[in-house]
């Protein structure tokens, strides 16, 4: 019988961009912290190189979702979806225990540019499929707008935050922005955490 009081445990990161090292890294933190799920918010290829960054988390037989950032298109989620099995979540939710997670990725730069119009009803689309879920889990790549992740002019997304005040999900997990890493505010009755390159863990 399931414990309704066991909580998901999830390691969420960010901004890899292509650096087997950190995710060899963080595939090893996953399997000490012995998490539930791991979950990639974006820019996982792009600056370096671009080999063996979900291999170390599929090796250790962890579930893994990922969303597209603004260094990744929504093709090459898919691709790397496709290859190793796991779920692009852009546009589309998942659910695991008792947790529902939905997502969108891209951002206001880059190859995996997305507008706002197209953020919000990406949101629209995955959320459609949990409206029934108690426990929600948002996932983007960039930050909401107005946050504490705008840094030096750095401005982030209207259409997050209108997503935030419409789904009301109690944890919305974010990157892009490096410098902001580790960032926790309220937004709403929403906790919103930029997880970072090293990490976050986090319990729901």
Known sequence: MENPQKKLRILAASDLHGESKLALKLAKRAEKEKVDLVVLCGDILG????TNIIKPFKERKQ?????????DTPETADFLASVYNIKNLH???AQYDNVG????????????????????ETLKKAHSHIKGIEKKVMITHMHPSPSLSEFSGFEGSKAITKAIREFK???????H????????EIIGKTKVINVGREGTIIEI
């Open 169 to 175: 999900p109690d944890i919305l997990i974010h990157g």
């Open 101 to 120: 997670f939905f997502g969108a990725g891209g951002g206001d730069i880059g190859p995996g540019i997305i507008s706002e119009k197209e953020i919000l």
């Open 47 to 50: 600056f370096m190189e671009t």
């Open 177 to 184: 922005i490096h410098e902001a890493a580790g960032i926790e």
């Open 63 to 71: 579930k893994v979702l990922i969303i597209p950032g603004n260094h």
């Open 91 to 93: 546009g589309y939710s």
